[in-house]
Structure formats: C-alpha cells, structure tokens
C-alpha cells in the first residue's frame, strides 16, 4: 500500500511561486509520480509527471512555468510552480503508480490534495 501526502499550498498573488511536495510512504520503487488539479465544477485536469529515471511530461499549459522533480532518496516528488496566474486556482493532488501518463486511470494512488490560490 502506498500513502500520499501533498503539502505546500496556500494563498499566493498572481506572478508569484509556490512549491508543493508529495511524500509517498511504502513501495513506490520504479513508480510515476504525477500531478493533477481540480477546480471547483471541473474535471480533474494533468498537470505534470515524473517516471521513476525523471523523465518528465508536462500538460502544455504548464510548461515553462511548472517544474516536476523527485528525490527517490526521499520518496518526495516536488511541483515547482512560477508564475502563478488566478486560472491556476485549484486543488492540486499527488498520484502514483506503476504506470506513469496524463490520464487519471493511469495511476493507482492518490493523496487528498492541498488547495492552491491565486489571488489576482
């Protein structure tokens, strides 16, 4: 079983940064690591993923201003978000599993999430 835990959110202004984290706790060795957000009345939208070597993936909205990154030693993967714009609002949840991609069913586990704001 595989445990998820995001951290990092809160209320930031438009142009600013934030960096979210996601600890994993049990197996995820060889796992992908991906992002995803949800705003309220949406459906839950890619955001990034990270396989287990970091090759990484990116929704085209976010490249440029969005970096994925993971530390295996840590069992963290990290959402490094520049940029901020008040679209960006949501949700942002963790997810991982043996498979990696840009689609939900793609992964077998996912954390709560941790609310981002951006304020214009």
């Known amino acids: 079983q595989v445990q998820l835990v995001e951290s990092g959110g809160g209320l930031v202004q438009a142009g600013g940064s934030l960096r979210l984290s996601c600890a994993a706790s049990?197996?995820?060795?060889?796992?992908?690591m991906g992002w995803f957000r949800q705003a309220p009345g949406k459906e839950r939208e890619f955001v990034a993923a990270?396989?287990?070597?970091?090759?990484?993936l990116y929704a085209d909205s976010m490249k440029g201003r969005f970096t994925i990154s993971r530390d295996n030693a840590k069992n963290t993967v990290y959402l490094q978000m520049n940029s901020l714009k008040p679209e960006d609002t949501a949700v942002y949840y963790c997810?991982?599993?043996?498979?990696?991609?840009?689609?939900?069913?793609?992964?077998?586990?996912w954390g709560q999430g941790t609310q981002v704001t951006v304020s214009s």
């Open positions: 997810a991982a599993g043996a498979r990696w991609g840009s689609t939900p069913s793609e992964y077998d586990y």
């Open positions: 049990g197996r995820t060795f060889s796992y992908g």
């Open positions: 990270v396989t287990w070597s970091s090759t990484t």
